[in-house]
T-cell receptor
């Protein structure tokens, strides 16, 4: 069964450093998302992406964040200058167009630890 | 208005019991309501979803009940098993494509033997 994959599974970085989180969405999906989950809290939307541009972004997704689909398979989230409060699980999700609300399928996540 | 309120925060039931998790929303533009199951260290997995044109949907041992007038929906797990022990999140979106999911705060379910 197709699934969303994410790398790395765990990233440790120092405050102020840049990180890139990588995702490979399900191959026939056209809509891509990033969410984050601070330990023990709910999942929060960051950004959605379609047709090589951002569809929607939350207030969390400020100028320090960017997304890119550099080729036909990868979808990346870049944090330019990490802060301690960026420590969280970051989940990539993807969906296909059509009815049903566009069921979103999540990857296993990348645990980002900022020290 | 964008919030989805979920209760209870945690729930312990015996094997075979029927845990019920409740969610409420305020935004009447929401028209797609999925439930996700999350095991520790894993990503949320889509379990079952409903749209407001029906009041109930069953898939296996999982049932969603939906009350449009009350803006509430709930997840029932029939004949619960220890393997169902996980955190369950309700969510809502405006539907359509590329629409963000707004998640509830989660319910940690433990099913004991």
């Amino acid at each position: 069964e197709p699934e969303v994959t994410q790398t790395p599974s765990h990233q440790v970085t120092q405050m102020g450093q840049e990180v890139i989180l990588r995702c490979v969405p399900i191959s026939n999906h056209l809509y891509f998302y990033w969410y984050r989950q601070i330990l023990g809290q709910k999942v929060e939307f960051l950004v959605s992406f379609y047709n090589n541009e951002i569809s929607e972004k939350s207030e969390i997704f400020d100028d320090q964040f960017s997304v890119e689909r550099p080729d036909g398979s990868n979808f990346t989230l870049k944090i330019r200058s990490t802060k301690l409060e960026d420590s969280a699980m970051y989940f990539c999700a993807s969906s296909i167009p059509g009815a049903g609300g566009g069921e979103q399928y999540f990857g296993p996540g990348t645990r980002l630890t900022v020290t | 208005q964008q919030q989805v309120k979920q209760s209870p925060q945690s729930l312990i039931v015996q094997k075979g019991g029927i845990p019920i998790i409740n969610c409420a929303y305020e935004n009447t533009a929401f028209d797609y309501f999925p439930w996700y199951q999350q095991f520790p260290g894993k990503g949320p997995a889509l379990l079952i979803a409903i749209r407001p044109d029906v009041s109930e949907k069953k898939e296996g041992r999982f049932t969603i009940s939906f009350n449009k007038s009350a803006k509430q929906f709930s997840l029932h797990i029939m004949d619960s098993q220890p393997g169902d022990s996980a955190t369950y999140f309700c969510a809502a979106s405006r539907g359509g494509t590329a629409s963000k999911l707004t998640f509830g705060t989660g319910t940690r379910l433990q099913v004991t033997l």
